[in-house]
């Protein structure tokens, strides 16, 4: 049973390989680290985080339990 079809993996594949793609992660990862903090959360886990944008963000602004996980990987594991 496939989980996505063949165009849509195409069609992430191709949307990751633009740079900017992502991006708009990053400028959320103050109220992230807020949200965090306020409800003393241990640990996020960024699923589908793709370049792992919001990540490096909250590394460098001082948030280091966060975990990212790529769908795409995920994905292409199930269609393999």
Known sequence: MKIISQEYLDLQKKL???E???RA???QA???KQIFEKNNFTSISDYGA???NLQ???FSIGLKDCTS???LFILLFHLG
């Open 50 to 52: 793709g370049k792992k």
């Open 30 to 32: 103050p109220l992230v």
């Open 16 to 18: 990751h390989q633009d």
């Open 25 to 27: 992660s990053i400028k």
């Open 56 to 58: 490096k963000a909250l």
């Open 69 to 71: 996980i790529n769908r």
């Open 20 to 22: 900017n793609y992502g």
